[in-house]
């Protein structure tokens, strides 16, 4: 069953607001020109607000990761949990996704040119996605229980729409920052007619990429082959 928004004729919602500053570890006083790819998220504390189930049945498009030029597009996904992504490869070559860290795990196996994988994102989390061929792919899907998220444009702003009055806990992720970092930005909000605004949201990006062999634990083959090691003993 998936969950949609319906609210007394009475009740308002509204659109929240916010901005994102990013900052490195090494100059916490300069803040960074793209400030793209910030996802931050309300999660109610109470859903009396009108939360309600319906079945799944939407014309909304399925949200994919295309693989192309040896890419994954985009590079950032946020989908309620549950939801099916399609994995289509669209480059000449096979490709092998698969994410074996936090959220949902899973190895789509080799698969061709013109094919298509799919992975229904079950498990709220963060997904680091990559590809067993070719170390430079990646991606991240983030799965939320609700449905009150939004991702920051590229001077910081974030628009989260159709949020009902009430109280909140506010979640940031951000790819350079550390997990630990993250957490500390968790707060309580309250949304009301007169506050609908997460201000500025300010992120140390104190964390390095995520680190990766392939999916066996492996150093990857070097540079140029695309096609896979083999299955080892």
């Not at 070097?222 to 896979?228: E, F, I, N, V, W």
Request: charged content about 25%.
């Amino acid at each position: 069953m998936a969950l949609i928004c319906s609210w007394p004729a009475r009740a308002q919602d509204f659109t929240v607001t916010g901005q994102v500053d990013l900052v490195s570890e090494g100059n916490r006083h300069r803040a960074q020109k793209d400030r793209a790819n910030v996802v931050i998220w309300l999660t109610p504390h109470d859903d009396r607000d009108g939360l309600r189930s319906v079945s799944e049945g939407s014309k909304a498009p399925t949200p994919r990761l295309l693989q192309k030029n040896k890419t994954f597009e985009p590079h950032l996904l946020v989908v309620r949990a549950g939801t099916a992504v399609e994995f289509p490869n669209r480059d000449p070559f096979f490709h092998n996704v698969f994410s074996l860290f936090e959220g949902k795990r899973f190895d789509l196996g080799l698969y061709e040119a013109g094919t298509t994988r799919v992975v229904r994102f079950d498990r709220v989390g963060v997904s680091y996605i990559f590809c067993n061929i070719h170390p430079e792919m990646s991606a991240v899907v983030v799965a939320l229980k609700t449905p009150y998220y939004g991702v920051s444009n590229a001077q910081g702003k974030i628009v989260i729409e159709h949020v009902p009055p009430g109280r909140y806990t506010m979640q940031v992720w951000a790819d350079r920052a550390s997990l630990d970092y993250l957490k500390k930005l968790n707060r309580e909000v309250a949304i009301s007619d007169t506050d609908h605004s997460l201000g500025v949201v300010r992120i140390v990006e104190d964390g390095l990429p995520v680190q990766h062999k392939n999916k066996y634990g492996r150093d990857y083959d070097a540079p140029g082959s695309d096609y896979p090691s083999s299955d080892p003993k």
